[in-house]
């Protein structure tokens, strides 16, 4: 079978081909371009095979184009890199590899193009097209990959065990791209990477957690973490989200199960917004649930505190998995503490002020938190999903009336500490958070404006009970 290649890429295949018969090295486009030009996937990666010296091939092309591009060379892994008209173009020699039990760093030789595509990890990424005169555009495909590409079929090229020993962090892959692709894994393949789940010990944190988050950017992630729990990496990685799954039924009363409305809720999500943190967040918001479950006859099932002991539980999550520490790390963790704020506000007559606190301790997250919110709603009960969503619509107008008439949007009281130390020329202490928050309070509850004027005043009415006079008086420079 012969590859179309469209025109504009086929100057650069062809001076490729020229190059390597200069070098006595043929080449091959292989790997993920391949696949995807022939899904009709959008690409920009070229990855060429070369049976000889890639360095050597990258820095020849690279002298034949103008302007000549730079060759980024990785001698370590024998590779090099070049980009022209958009696409970035990597050289490698064709290997063979040979792997250790208790590591997926492998020794490496020269090899054939056969040895090469016999260390791919699928099927349909060991295809390879020839650049080649004579075999220009031939498709070599030794593994069926092109009909698995039609079938929707991830295999891997050799016995599972093998493929996944050699590189555990391809279990991860297949489910990714099953995920991605909406294909499915053939069936000895999956088990193939449930009886060889434990090898994805040996690979790093960082590596588990790019590909998580690859699942975690797809249209509908559900279907990568079904395969996850299924197949057994989950608990290895993530065990605080397998543990969702289950139902318990006791006296007649039983819970949902909290692994698919989680996986529920992702999806909702992923409807809603392309934030990898707020998905994050979506993926964690129930994991207090299982430490918090209990059962009482007259109430059934409950798990109070599961929202903050969740967001306490997520701290140690990203440090397992080597993410973020900082403000995404935060900000998740006030997505998981704060999803049942909301809700709550809906099925009662609440205050201005209790509308107020949601906003202020929200802050500039408060839409990303509505919609995770929104998300949660899963009931199939069309009496209750309309009733939800009306009452989040009328919170949503509430909170906008608030705002409006209090400004209340990213909040901050008017007296500051470095106020309330000047006027009373007292340093850093207690005290002074003491007055502040008080000022703070009574904005929130609606006992004065939030003004600078009141504000002010209650600031010397606060420290007065401390036993503080004011030094010096209300200023407009202050």
């Known amino acids: 079978m012969i590859f179309s290649i469209q025109q504009h890429e086929r100057n650069i295949f062809e001076l490729i081909g020229k190059c390597a018969r200069e070098v006595n090295a043929p080449a091959y486009v292989v790997g ?26 990258a820095e020849k092309v690279a002298s034949k184009l103008y302007p000549s591009p730079k060759v980024v060379v990785y001698k370590r892994f024998g590779t090099a890199m070049l980009r022209h008209e958009g696409n970035e173009i990597e050289f490698v020699g064709a290997r063979r590899e040979s792997y250790h039990a208790d590591s997926r760093k492998p020794d490496v030789e020269a090899g054939t193009l056969e040895d ?20 220009f555009g031939q498709i070599i495909d030794p593994f069926g990959g092109l009909e698995h ?16 020993s050699d590189d555990p962090l391809r279990m991860l892959r297949a489910i990714r791209f099953a995920n991605q692709l909406g294909f499915s894994i053939e069936k000895k393949t999956f088990e193939g990477i449930h009886k060889y789940r434990n090898r994805l010990n040996i690979i790093s944190k960082e590596r588990i957690a790019g590909e998580v988050e690859k699942i975690l950017m797809c249209p509908q992630p559900s279907i990568g973490f079904n395969l996850l729990y299924d197949s057994g990496l989950l608990q290895l990685f993530l065990p605080e989200v397998a543990l969702l799954q289950g139902v318990e039924d006791r006296d007649g009363k039983g819970h949902k199960d909290n692994f698919y409305h989680t996986l529920e809720v992702l999806d909702n999500l992923c409807r809603k917004s392309n934030s990898i943190w707020l998905r994050w967040a979506a993926l964690l918001h129930d994991i207090g649930k299982p430490a918090t479950k209990k059962f009482s006859k007259e109430v059934g099932w409950t798990f109070h505190g599961h929202d903050w002991l969740g ?47 949601l906003l202020y301790d929200a802050g500039p997250d408060i839409d990303d938190l509505m919609k995770l919110c929104e998300s949660d709603i899963t ?14 619509e009328w919170l949503k107008e509430r909170m906008s009336l608030v705002t409006e008439t209090d400004r209340m949007r990213l909040w901050q009281p008017p007296i500051t500490g470095e106020i309330i130390m000047q006027t ?22 609606g006992e004065i404006d939030n003004s600078y004027e009141q504000a002010f005043g209650r600031m010397l009415m606060e420290g007065a009970k401390l036993g503080f006079k004011p030094q010096i008086t209300q200023s407009s420079d202050l």
């Open 149 to 164: 590409l039609e079938r929707k079929i991830i295999k891997t090229p050799l016995e599972p065990g093998q493929t996944f």
């Open 379 to 392: 009931t199939k009960n069309p009496k209750k999903m309309a009733r939800y969503l009306e009452g989040y």
């Open 116 to 135: 090469d595509q016999n260390r791919r990890d699928f099927t349909i990424n060991a295809l390879a097209v020839s650049l080649n005169e004579g075999t």
């Open 424 to 445: 009373f020329q007292i340093p850093p202490s207690r005290d002074v958070g003491v007055i502040k928050t008080a000022v703070r309070e009574a904005i929130l509850e």
């Open 311 to 357: 967001a306490n539980m997520v701290a140690k999550i990203f440090r397992n998995l080597r993410l973020s520490l900082g403000t995404d790390m935060e900000y998740v963790q006030k997505m998981v503490r704060m999803h049942l704020r909301p809700i709550s506000l809906t099925k009662e007559q609440v205050t201005d002020s209790a509308v107020r606190r």
């Open 32 to 57: 993920g371009y391949v696949r995807d030009r022939l899904l009709g996937r959008p690409t920009k990666d070229i990855d060429v095979v070369c049976v000889g010296d890639g360095i050597v091939l």
